[in-house]
């Protein structure tokens, strides 16, 4: 009987024991191991992402710019877009408190940085160092559109674009050239012949489809995933300028055979005019620009600029045209307010608008408002002698950036079809 009554003791002491040893496994497996995982997610972070081929790519590129003192900022749309949600955070993230990798590991095809061109020393030995690192590099290059309008210097390349792939990822470096007006502006990416075009995703790039304009950012260093990098310091405005960014040049080569066939009037009056209707230009962008209203060369200037590159000397205005959308009611006292009083109004805001502003030495400034229909635009005309209106129709346009008499302005990128529809023939009878 006190065999049987150990026997079952025994059984009963090894039963208990088995019970609470699972116990502790089941407390262990859904409680402590929950617990210290999350903490050690919060202290340690398990370098969560920081394994990605994207930001080892973007770490290996910014220790080479760094080192190689190649003066570079971020302008990826992307990366940008996520950064300005958390702007205030990131500001504060620390060199080296990150613990995971919120931002260059977002998968995508290309990181995008710009290159501050006149800054740079050493391109030839930041290509090889590049290399060396184990990136493989494409330089695309180009004639230099600065240039067109000198015979001996037309021609000259640049580098326009870098894009150096790692593994599975690339940077492309846009490469930024300044330009008059205070601007900056890259190039078309167009591939030459010999180069490989299965080298990257090239569709997928988000800037070479054509060359572009941007305001002069003002830079400020961050930390992003524990990578100091500068970027620009209103993200938001880049990030506005960049699908509005398109701009086509001046036709030099153009310009050139006009006035080799028609001589150019270099009387002082000629001259004199020129230099006014620039300034009046000038103050005219600033007056629209501080308002926040966008504005494109039109009729005889826009003629100018297209025929030749400048302001036609005979003409005895300047020409702008203002989306009828973007009016604002304080736009007549913000021209009086730096001296341009109002000659003329005709028309109303609901239809036909136009105003004539007087510069100095009797140059005016007239603005056009455009309207927009289902599949045209027209602006409205009054004659000031006769108070005759007509109706000028246009084919729907777009903007693109231009340079101007040393100003990044607007014009429509549709630049000939606009043209001919406000002087109503072919632009080649409009050039002669």
């Not at 049987?4 to 002491?13: D, H, P, Q, R, S």
């Not at 084919?395 to 043209?419: A, G, N, R, S």
Request: one cysteine or more.
């Amino acid at each position: 009987m006190s065999r049987i009554n150990k026997n079952v003791i025994l059984a009963l002491l090894t039963l208990t024991s088995s019970a609470f040893l699972l116990f502790q496994l089941y407390y262990y497996k859904h409680y402590l191991s929950a617990k210290n995982g999350a903490g050690l997610s919060k202290s340690k972070g398990s370098q969560n992402g920081f394994d990605s081929t994207q930001w080892r790519a973007v770490k290996k590129f910014i220790m080479l710019t760094s080192n190689q003192n190649v003066p570079v900022f971020l302008i990826d749309p992307l990366i940008l877009e996520l950064i300005n949600k958390d702007f205030e955070q990131v500001k504060n993230t620390s060199h080296g408190s990150t613990s995971e990798c919120k931002f260059f590991c977002v998968p995508r095809d290309f990181t995008a940085f710009a290159l501050w061109y006149h800054l740079w020393k050493n391109e030839e030995g930041w290509f090889r160092i590049a290399e060396n690192m184990g990136f493989q590099c494409l330089k695309i290059e180009s004639k230099d559109p600065r240039l067109d309008g000198i015979d001996s210097l037309s021609g000259t390349e640049i580098p326009l674009h870098y894009i150096c792939r790692l593994a599975n990822h690339a940077i492309h470096l846009v490469v930024f050239h300044e330009r008059n007006g205070n601007y900056l502006w890259h190039g078309h990416l167009r591939l030459k012949g010999h180069m490989d075009r299965r080298f990257v995703p090239f569709r997928k790039l988000q800037f070479g489809r054509y060359p572009g304009a941007f305001d002069r950012p003002e830079l400020q260093q961050i930390t992003v995933d524990g990578l100091e990098v500068f970027i620009p310091k209103d993200p938001v405005h880049f990030l506005e300028e960049i699908p509005h960014s398109r701009f086509i040049e001046c036709r030099y080569k153009e310009a050139r055979a006009f006035f080799q066939q028609y001589l150019d009037d270099n009387t002082v009056e000629a001259m004199t005019f020129r230099k006014n209707a620039k300034e009046l230009l000038q103050l005219a962008a600033k007056t629209l620009k501080k308002l926040g209203v966008r504005f494109w060369l039109s009729s005889g200037t826009c003629l100018g600029w297209y025929r030749q590159c400048n302001i036609i000397p005979y003409s005895k205005d300047v020409d702008l045209g203002i989306f009828i959308q973007d009016y604002k009611s304080d736009i007549i006292s913000a021209f009086q307010d730096v001296g341009l009083p109002l000659k003329h109004k005709f028309g109303k805001v609901e239809d036909s608008l136009e105003l004539s502003f007087q510069g100095k030495d009797d140059i005016k400034l007239d603005i056009f408002f455009f309207y927009e229909e289902t599949d045209h635009m027209w602006n409205g005309g009054t004659q000031a002698k006769t108070g005759k209106k007509f109706k000028y129709l246009f084919p729907k346009f777009t903007l693109c950036w231009t340079e101007f008499v040393d100003m990044k302005i607007h014009v429509p990128c549709e630049t000939v079809e606009y043209i001919e529809a406000n002087y109503g023939v072919p632009v080649c009878q409009v050039q002669c």
